[in-house]
């Protein structure tokens, strides 16, 4: 049972640590019809892991500042898919991810004994990408390549390797001890940009590609092992790119004798109001 905040606090500074599972939703993979970059595109494994580092300011009983630095890897494969269409087009990608970010906390609602407490979260973010891929045992960098055409002087450029993100999502805090708590969250991304997985638009020229940019770029962009004609689709532009982790993260607060004191600490003001999630 949960019942509603109430107590003020002095500000307060919390360093934390934290790892994740981390999970691509785009346009390989997924569902068996074409997605939305929904939990149903979501191909368990092809689940891979992130690492962070951050800062929490807590302002008040209520608001918190947050800044966070990630390490993560994304994958997907159209080998894991049901999705016909896609299991024949058989592009895969992997790749690194930096992230930093910054997002602001507000806590909703905190357990009777005031060990738990429940948050949403929300703020903006800047990441950087490069997605690979593995052909006949070598691994390629598919930005260098331009899969879609982007380096065949037609009309189509070279994407950016850089863009922003929009974190979001919920967690809940536990309390260890005067100064560490544990957090648990679902923590997603929201990006502007489509090429996280290389593949975004519709097919380049073969034959074109094939005489600017030799056999390997012609592979690497269709390997369906048929022939694709110019034009035809390739990936689905109307959504972009998501990711998501599942982390858990330890905090602890620098100078202060109680870092949950006004979180967690219960002064009696009469009965609460009580939640449930």
């Known amino acids: 049972m949960w019942g509603a905040m109430s107590l003020s606090y002095a500000q307060k500074l919390d360093v934390f640590a934290g790892a994740s599972s981390s999970h691509f939703l785009g346009d390989l993979g997924g569902k068996a019809v074409i997605g939305t970059n929904d939990l149903q595109d979501l191909d368990l494994p092809s689940t891979r892991y992130g ?3 951050g800062t929490r300011l807590r302002l008040n009983k209520t608001f918190a500042l947050r800044a966070n630095l990630w390490y993560a890897r994304l994958a997907a494969s159209d080998a894991l898919t049901i999705n016909k ?6 592009l895969s990608f992997f790749t690194r991810i930096w992230e930093a970010d910054a997002v602001a ?3 909703l609602i905190h357990s009777r004994d005031r060990r738990k407490a429940l948050y949403v979260f929300g703020g903006v973010g800047y990441f950087n990408f490069n997605p690979k891929t593995k052909y006949n045992g070598t691994t390629y960098a598919l930005h260098d390549i331009g899969t879609e055409g982007q380096n065949l002087g ?3 450029t070279p994407y950016a390797l850089s863009a922003l993100c929009f974190p979001m999502g919920m967690g809940v805090k536990v309390n260890l001890s005067t100064r560490a708590y544990l957090t ?3 923590n997603g991304r929201k990006t502007t940009t489509d090429y996280i997985d290389d593949v975004s638009t519709t097919y380049a020229d073969p034959y074109l590609m094939l005489a600017q ?3 390997l770029a012609v592979d690497l962009s269709n390997r369906s092992g048929q022939v694709v004609e110019a034009g035809q689709q390739r990936g689905d532009s109307k959504n972009n790119d998501s990711y998501f982790f599942f982390s858990v993260a330890y905090n602890h607060t620098i100078g202060a004798n109680n870092h949950l004191e006004g979180l967690f600490k219960r002064k009696h003001r009469g009965p609460d109001r009580c939640f449930s999630f």
């Open 51 to 53: 690492l962070t580092l």
């Open 154 to 156: 037609i009309g189509k």
């Open 184 to 186: 648990f969250e679902v």
């Open 213 to 215: 940019q030799g056999q």
């Open 105 to 107: 906390e507000i806590n």
């Open 85 to 90: 269409d896609r299991q024949v087009r058989n």
